[in-house]
């Protein structure tokens, strides 16, 4: 069974490339466009993996990444955030996985933090 990726972001372009990579390496994907969304969609999948951009309406990736790491059924599922080069990491930002810039290729970096947080397969059984 494929790996299945919960992407978060605002913007259709970057929901787009991320989804699309990762669909590519074997995930089936899953996408909101907010914090708020992604919550309503855990409620019926499991993810093994989360990407997920800082800022947005409603609930931002920071909130997000609150909300996953209180909750124990989803606490250790790895996170990738994306974000502008020029923010900082705050504590909660800390607690992600990896994390990629918007003003730098994000597909090849994608590929980075896939290798680095689930390995190098074609996210058959991330996570597991």
């Known amino acids: 069974m494929p790996a299945v990726a919960l992407v978060v972001d605002d913007s259709m372009l970057?929901?787009?490339t991320v989804c699309r990579s990762l669909e590519e390496r074997g995930f089936t994907v899953e996408s909101a466009t907010n914090g708020a969304e992604a919550l309503q969609i855990l409620?019926?999948?499991?993810?093994?993996?989360?990407?997920?951009?800082?800022?947005m309406p409603k609930m931002t990736g920071s909130e997000l990444i609150t909300a996953?790491?209180?909750?124990?059924?989803?606490?250790?599922i790895p996170i990738?955030?994306?974000?502008?080069?020029?923010s900082g990491f705050d504590e909660t930002e800390k607690r992600a996985n990896f994390a990629i810039y918007k003003d730098i290729d994000i597909q090849s970096q994608l590929e980075k933090a896939l290798d680095a947080v689930i390995g190098k397969g074609h996210g058959q059984g991330a996570g597991k």
């Not at 409620?43 to 800022?55: F, G, S």
């Open 14 to 16: 970057i929901r787009y």
């Open 43 to 55: 409620e019926r999948v499991h993810p093994d993996l989360i990407v997920t951009d800082m800022q």
């Open 68 to 76: 996953l790491k209180k909750n124990p059924e989803t606490a250790k």
């Open 80 to 86: 990738i955030i994306v974000a502008g080069r020029a």
